[in-house]
């Protein structure tokens, strides 16, 4: 357990629907991140809140819109998704200083 | 941006004998490295990190060694055992910002009892 939680952990949604993937994190940390993982890939860093503020958009189409209501929890938007969107989708959170990330369990996401 | 290659992508050992992992990075102004663990259904979990200003760092099995001037660093573990069968990452901060990495594809290493 790294004090990163997230839900749900599986979730299967048609191209045309919309939902929502949460993070929370009992750390006490001011960044939180949301990552892509495919297989055989690096991890693609899709956004960064720091003090609940968005610091970093990776290039990160559209489909996709995080909120930070707290710098305890996150969220990730998803509509009209598509098919090569499938993928585990980490959220991370760490201090500003010394950098260590604590990643959660990840969403396995499949878009059909 | 900062790229991360990492080197082998796949490692099957025998228990008892030592991995070895190699990453490069291009950053030079990078200042943080560290090494995460993947267990299947998990989420990666830190191992071990180093920043530039020491060559090695040690924690009991795993050790972690940095060239600065050649831009590459390395993941050591002894006396491998079963557990440690897992996908292993490297990363380097991106620039001087530690908080944004850029990771390398990854390393599955297998321990062949």
């Known amino acids: 357990e790294t004090g990163v939680t997230q839900t749900p952990r599986h979730l299967v949604m048609g191209m045309t629907n919309k939902k929502s993937l949460k993070c929370e994190q009992h750390?006490?940390?001011?960044?939180m991140y949301w990552y892509k993982q495919s297989a055989k890939k690096p991890l693609e860093l899709m956004f960064v809140?720091?003090?609940?503020?968005?610091?970093e958009n990776n290039s990160v189409p559209s489909r996709f819109s995080p909120e930070c209501p707290n710098s305890s929890h996150l969220f990730l938007h998803l509509h009209t998704l598509q098919p090569e969107d499938s993928a585990l989708y980490l959220c991370?959170?760490?201090?500003?200083?010394?950098?260590?990330?604590?990643f959660g369990p990840g969403t396995r996401l499949t878009v059909t | 941006g900062e790229n991360v290659e990492q080197h082998p992508s796949t490692l099957s050992v025998q228990e008892g004998d030592s991995a070895v992992i190699k990453c490069t990075y291009s950053d030079s102004a990078s200042n943080y490295f560290p090494w995460y663990k993947q267990e299947l259904g998990k989420g990666p979990q830190l191992i071990i990190d180093i920043r530039s200003n020491v060559g090695e760092k040690k924690d009991q099995r795993i050790a972690v060694t940095l060239n600065k001037t050649a831009k590459h660093f390395s993941l050591h573990i002894t006396e491998t055992q079963p557990e440690d069968s897992a996908v292993y990452f490297c990363a380097a901060s991106m620039g001087s910002n530690d908080y944004k990495l850029s990771f390398g594809a990854g390393t599955t290493v297998t321990v062949r009892a």
């Open positions: 750390l006490g940390h001011n960044a």
């Open positions: 809140y720091n003090f609940k503020e968005q610091t």
């Open positions: 991370a959170s760490s201090q500003m200083a010394p950098g260590e990330q604590y």
